[in-house]
């Protein structure tokens, strides 16, 4: 099926004198023998690969992709990424004009299967979200896209990330966050009172009625998504800086020589020490359509969270 569609769009696509993108997964549960067949024949007709998930039931989203992987060739350009939403805005932000994006197997199904789980999920719907994108956002389609429950938020425009109630303004969207110290649902009667304010909110949270929320399994996790959403409508030169000393010296370094090459406010670099799991995902946040330049710092308090915030930052050098 994929090697007869790609087929069918190859010629278009060169009439147009573009690319042809296939953004593609294998269901689980299935034979698994097909799915290297499936990359090899993605491979052969199409310019750009972007391999992801589509319903893999029991199995491991992870080890499904890998039996994909294994029918490419070495030097096969392609982009992994399992959550299929994030995949589908990585092509479509990509693409250009003359560019042909085939979503490959799920267009007609209206949920995705995880775990034995069924959660909405439409290709068609993602994929007119990110065409129409703008900054700001309805409430709606921000819980479409994260696959969660919203209460009273269709109207609801959302132009801003916000966690700290202190600076709320009008069309945020304020995530509740949990530390040790602090868990920032207690603070939800106060977010109620603002004006046109939304909330991502845990799935078990007790909240205002008036408030419209956004209900995940996990806030930070729904922040992180976002900020990777963000991060893939912007091409420009990315660094990140880690280590265990020197890193703000150098991230000012870097950043100083940019503001020399490009100006003072093309450029963005991570401001304080916003350089963890909710740092990072609040300084992408901040990218917008001036900046010609990135430099982000990236620190870490607990093993694995390098491996969690480096995707959000796609740096080009690091």
Request: charged letters at 20%.
């Amino acid at each position: 099926a994929i090697h007869k569609v790609l087929s069918a769009l190859r010629p278009q696509t060169e009439r147009r004198g573009g690319q042809l993108w296939c953004v593609f997964g294998c269901g689980g549960n299935r034979d698994a023998s097909k799915r290297p067949l499936m990359a090899r024949a993605a491979a052969t007709l199409a310019d750009q690969l972007v391999i992801t998930s589509d319903n893999p039931r029991y199995e491991d989203p992870l080890q499904i992709i890998e039996h994909v992987l294994g029918g490419l060739t070495a030097g096969t350009q392609h982009i992994v990424e399992p959550d299929r939403a994030l995949a589908i805005d990585y092509a479509i932000a990509h693409a250009n004009e003359k560019d042909v994006v085939v979503l490959a197997g799920k267009g007609h199904e209206s949920t995705q299967e995880i775990a034995g789980e069924k959660t909405p999920f439409s290709d068609a719907l993602i994929a007119k979200q990110c065409l129409n994108h703008r900054s700001n956002t309805k409430g709606e389609s921000i819980a479409h896209w994260l696959g969660a429950e919203e209460q009273n938020c269709p109207d609801i425009l959302c132009n801003r990330i916000n966690t700290d109630t202190r600076q709320l303004k009008t069309q945020d969207l304020f995530v509740a966050l949990k530390g040790e110290n602090f868990d920032a649902h207690d603070f939800l009667e106060e977010v109620a009172q603002f004006e046109g304010v939304a909330a991502i909110v845990s799935q078990t949270a007790t909240v205002p009625a008036t408030l419209p929320v956004i209900r995940v399994a996990d806030p930070l996790s729904a922040l992180q998504k976002i900020a990777k959403k963000w991060r893939y409508h912007f091409r420009l030169p990315t660094i990140a800086v880690t280590g265990s000393n020197g890193k703000t010296t150098v991230k000012e370094m870097l950043a100083h020589i940019g503001r020399t090459w490009v100006g003072d406010e093309a450029v963005i670099a991570t401001q304080g020490n916003l350089n963890n799991d909710i740092g990072v995902p609040l300084s992408v946040l901040r990218l917008n359509s001036q900046h010609r330049y990135a430099v982000f710092e990236l620190g870490m308090n607990h093993s694995g969270e390098i491996a969690v915030i480096a995707p959000i930052v796609l740096p080009h050098i690091a």
